[in-house]
């Protein structure tokens, strides 16, 4: 699958040139206005006019009755009878003057911003602020990189998105809620120049001492950097960057073939596993001085690869997906053949995520919409049935990701513009007849919610210290948002 589009090169230039400014509120780390990007303002309050506005008298703001006698205009008519709301399904046609609009009361928090240049991939950076937080406004550190093709100088940014307040709207006349102040969320970020566009970007999970993090770039080059120093920049005014952006390491073992497959192990710090549209896949590791990288790689896979997956309990094992329709278990003992084959549909496989909370399943996501659940338990010989399926989004799956904590949930994205949270331990109850839509889609019992409102969507992931926190980025912005479900 295909993760840049080309029809869209000449559009996506032309938005990189020419930024499109709006009414939220941004801030470079110093302070000043930029042309990164901004947040929406969630109360859309700098439209808001004040009711003694002057109005001018044309003869019409009155009627008169047939004595000559002012009459108000049927109560203004009606007082405009609001119209009726309702909830909308994919798949649902919109009647003419309908729009959609998100339901605010089942989101917690829901913020989009506005970039310039679109991310193709980004991670999520630990912070000191602490686990488990449930308190507003919230704070998030970002990793990301820009894909614009045909512009040489992309980008790593490094985000701190802060006073993310909490956006729902609640029936109360309790005014008091510091969590829902009426101000908008505040963008800083420090840029690294990067050459060529981002395919992906993955930060190293242990992060106690250092943020390190590996991009593979459409030069076929995969470089590392350590994002410490600008991280801490966004904390501690004054704090001096590196006068060098350079990586200080890259690999090259790749050639010139480009890939989006990247991987660092949770188990052994500086293990980065990369694979590229050459089907090739290599082991590199990672050290404060530099990278080496095995000149023998993983191959098996006849087409690309498409992503990997370190196993979370076994520090040799690792999972791997192709647009060869198969996915592949691996022991980095043998480079010469994996260990566990399968077929796992009829389409590209094009990512895949092994559960941390449940170490035996792993979820892949499909080029023709379908995502499956497997009991790696259940892996023997090169025949494998998925403990389940789901036929939910009508586009290419794009991203997959389990819930942190949470074994049963799952997030899943697709080319179809929607992002679905789902609840794999709900059962389904054969008495029910289901969920239909209007064209007769039944709607699985282990669908929690469907956000949309973003176009293009090409990653997401869970914010391991915001319960139930999601990021996730499309051409048309980012978001960050937490519902009533999750």
Not at 16 to 37: C, T
Not at 150 to 172: F, Y
Not at 220 to 235: A, E, R, T
């Amino acid at each position: 699958m295909s993760k840049r589009q080309a029809d869209r090169d000449e559009e996506m230039q032309q938005d990189y040139k020419a930024a499109d400014l709006g009414n939220g509120r941004l801030r470079s780390a110093n302070g000043d206005l930029n042309e990164m990007g901004e947040f929406e303002d969630a109360w859309e309050d700098d439209f808001e006019q004040e009711s003694g506005d002057e109005q001018q008298d044309n003869g019409q703001d009155q009627a008169m009755d047939e004595d000559g006698m002012d009459v108000d205009e049927k109560e203004e008519d009606e007082e405009q009878e609001e119209p009726e709301l309702r909830t909308y399904l994919p798949g649902q046609p919109l009647e003419e003057g309908e729009q959609l609009e998100a339901d605010q009361s089942v989101y917690v928090m829901l913020h989009n911003l506005d970039v310039r240049a679109p991310f193709l991939s980004f991670d999520i950076l630990q912070d000191s602020l602490g686990e488990e937080r449930k308190n507003f406004p919230a704070t998030a550190y970002v990793a990301a990189g820009t894909s614009v093709p045909g512009v040489r100088d992309n980008e790593v940014l490094v985000m701190k998105l802060s006073q993310l307040h909490k956006t729902q709207q609640e029936d109360s006349d309790d005014e008091d809620d510091a969590d829902a102040l009426d101000e908008d969320p505040v963008l800083e970020y420090r840029s690294i120049p990067h050459n060529g566009c981002v395919n992906r970007l993955r930060v190293m999970p242990q992060q106690q001492e250092k943020h390190i993090a590996a991009t593979w770039a459409e030069t076929g080059k995969v470089h590392i950097y350590d994002l410490s120093p600008y991280m801490k920049s966004l904390d501690v005014p004054g704090t001096p960057l590196p006068k060098s952006t350079k990586p200080f390491a890259t690999v090259n073992n790749h050639g010139r073939y480009e890939g989006y497959a990247m991987d660092w192990s949770p188990l052994d710090a500086g293990r980065l596993l990369t694979g590229d549209n050459a089907g090739l896949i290599y082991n590199t590791i990672v050290r404060p001085t530099g990278a080496s990288t095995d000149n023998t790689a993983f191959r098996e896979h006849k087409s690309s690869v498409e992503d990997l997956q370190w196993s979370p309990t076994e520090r040799n094992v690792f999972a791997s997906c192709s647009a060869d329709q198969t996915v592949k278990i691996w022991d980095t003992r043998s480079k010469n053949r994996s260990a566990v084959s399968i077929r796992a549909s009829s389409s590209d496989v094009n990512v895949i995520t092994w559960n941390h909370k449940a170490s035996y399943l792993l979820a892949s996501g499909h080029d023709d919409g379908v995502f499956s659940v497997w009991d790696l338990r259940q892996f023997k010989g090169n025949n494998a049935t998925p403990v389940a399926s789901f036929k939910w989004h009508n586009a290419p799956i794009t991203s997959i990701e389990w819930h942190p904590t949470e074994e049963s949930a799952l997030a899943v994205s697709g080319a179809d513009d929607q992002l679905t949270l789902w609840d794999l331990s709900v059962e389904p109850d054969a008495e029910e007849e289901g969920r239909l839509t209007s064209e007769g889609v039944q709607v699985p019992p282990q669908l929690l919610f469907i956000h949309q409102g973003q176009s293009e969507i090409k990653e997401l992931h869970w914010h391991k210290q915001i319960p139930g926190c999601v990021l996730s980025t499309a051409n048309s912005g980012f978001n960050i948002f937490k519902t009533i479900s999750i």
